[in-house]
Structure formats: structure tokens, C-alpha cells
């Protein structure tokens, strides 16, 4: 099927049946998932959103928060700043291993716990390597190991990102401020964008995630942390509920030997524009023409 797309195909005949004799029809698809309602199917794509009609979704969301979790939450939409483009910097030379920054996006991005899942993989390489392939995410033994070094790995917001280019309804894209988004409440759940991935940072939510209302993060935004519901992807956002309010990823804050860097590539005096002109960086598979905004640097 074309760009048109079977759920754009459905809305449509949301339209023309009327809203209860279409919430009948469609009843066995929204089986699917105990997570999908008819207002959530029905919904229009991000960008065909007004203002008045967004917030009218957030508080929809907020309440169905309140509902399966029992938790009062705060979802916002925090928007691009004009001229400002994001990039991320990590220190090879300095990172241990210690998996602080994976457990930091863990509990701030609201994720299962029972699978402990995290947008952030952090790989043991053997050092004078930098093969993804032989790198190891399993490690247990005491970090860091001097034979080794550490190479946390991440969505890398490319600005030619091969994961935009294969969904086929238009669910994930590049804003303004180069973070790739993803919006679940279109997101049909294909999975094309995981295998485009050659970062391997897209995951699937195979199940509802489970969160105890005391550690879910209220702190929230419609493009990024909040509760995702079951069936669709998600992927590193930079923290933009964070980020976009001037704040900084949570992943950053966590590192204890300050190994990260993030900031606004368009800011001539900013920490990684400094980074980028005096250390010796490079990024992942440059041969396969992602660009990557995340990239990384040794001392010396």
C-alpha cells in the first residue's frame, strides 16, 4: 500500500460512517492493544495539529495516565528554538563503562522495568577495535578493564537518516533543531525504522510497559518521555522535554567522569563546537552517509 496508508484509509472512513458506527467497525483492530482508544486511531498526524487541538490530545493523555497508572502527570509540547541545532559529544579516552548514563535514561524516560530497557547500549570493545559487531553489552566484571575500552551507543539523529526514509506513514521524522522524533500515537509499529538503523537504536514496545506510579518520571513531553503505549517504536529523543527548556539530557547529568558534551551547533562559543574543532572526533559507519549529530572524540 502506498503513502496513503491503511490507518490514513481508516480515519477516512471515520469521517464518512460517523464517529460511533466507526468506533463499532473498528472494534477488532483497536483490540489490538488495550493501549489504542478510538480518539487516540482517530487522531490527525502531528503535523496537521493546531495549537488549541494538541493541548486538547495532552490532556487527553494526562488523564489516561491517571487512569492505567494512577499518577498525576504533566505532558507538554515543547517546540524547536529558532536557530538552534543540537548535537551530542562523548569522550572515549574518559568513559568507564559504568552504565550510569543507560540507567539515568531508564528511569527518566519512564521505561519497562522488567525489562530494564534503556535507549543508551553501552559496548566493552576490545581496544585498537571499533566494531560494533565484536563490541559486548552482557559485561559484569569490575569496569573499567584495561584491555578495554567503552563506547556507549545511541540514536545519532542523523541528518540523512535512513529510518525517515522507510516508514511508511510518515511516523518519525527530523525537527528543526536536527532531534529525529518519533510519534507513537501514529506509529504503526512496523519495524522497517529498527532494521534501517545501522545504530541499532530503535526499540519496540512488545508489551505495555510496566512502571509503579512511584517512579514513573511526571515530567513529560508528547514527542518524547512519556508512557509509550504497546506495539509502537521509541528511540532516544536527546532528552528534548529536557533539552528544549534548557536543561541538559539526563544521561549527561548521570556520567561521573563527565565523558558527555551537548549543546547547540550553531553556537560558535558552545562546549562541543570547542570539542569539535580541537579533538580528534569521529562518527559511527561514516561511510554509509548518515551524518550523524552524535560524535566521538579521544584526548590528546
Not at 135 to 164: E, T
Request: charged share 25%; net charge negative; proline share 7%.
Amino acid at each position: 500500500m502506498d503513502n496513503t496508508s491503511r490507518r490514513t484509509l481508516l480515519k477516512a472512513g471515520g469521517a464518512t460512517l460517523g464517529a460511533g458506527a466507526f468506533a463499532r467497525s473498528i472494534a477488532p483492530i483497536t483490540e489490538w492493544t488495550a493501549d489504542l482508544s478510538v480518539d487516540a486511531f482517530l487522531q490527525r498526524h502531528y503535523k496537521e495539529l493546531t495549537r488549541d487541538e494538541m493541548d486538547v490530545v495532552l490532556r487527553r493523555l494526562e488523564a489516561e495516565t491517571v487512569e492505567e497508572y494512577g499518577v498525576s502527570v504533566s505532558i507538554d509540547d515543547p517546540r524547536p528554538t529558532p536557530g538552534v541545532s543540537f548535537g551530542y559529544a562523548l569522550n572515549l579516552s574518559i568513559c568507564i563503562g559504568c552504565r550510569k548514563c543507560a540507567e539515568a535514561c531508564h528511569v527518566e524516560n519512564n521505561h519497562d522495568r522488567a525489562t530494564h530497557n534503556s535507549y543508551i547500549r553501552v559496548l566493552e570493545m576490545k581496544k585498537g577495535t571499533v566494531d560494533l559487531e565484536l563490541g559486548r553489552v552482557d559485561y559484569d566484571h569490575p569496569v573499567p578493564d584495561p584491555d578495554h575500552f567503552y563506547m556507549p551507543v545511541q540514536c545519532h539523529h542523523c541528518d540523512n537518516a535512513p529510518c525517515i526514509k522507510v516508514c511508511p506513514v510518515e511516523a518519525t521524522w527530523q525537527e528543526a533543531d536536527g532531534i529525529v522524533v518519533v510519534d507513537y500515537n501514529w506509529c504503526i509499529g512496523c519495524r522497517y525504522c529498527e532494521a534501517a538503523c545501522p545504530y541499532h537504536a530503535r526499540r519496540f514496545n512488545w508489551a505495555k510497559p510496566v512502571v509503579p506510579p512511584e517512579e514513573i518520571n511526571p515530567d513529560q513531553a508528547y514527542l518524547s518521555n512519556r508512557v509509550r503505549p504497546q506495539g509502537v517504536m521509541e528511540k532516544c529523543t536527546f532528552c528534548l522535554h529536557r533539552t528544549r527548556n534548557g536543561r541538559l539530557p539526563a544521561c549527561l547529568e548521570a556520567c561521573p567522569t563527565g565523558a558527555r558534551v551537548f549543546g547547540d551547533l550553531n553556537d560558535p562559543d558552545s562546549e562541543i563546537r570547542w570539542v569539535l574543532a580541537n579533538k580528534r572526533v569521529f562518527v559511527l559507519k561514516e561511510d554509509l552517509g548518515t551524518r550523524p549529530r552524535f560524535f566521538y572524540y579521544f584526548d590528546g
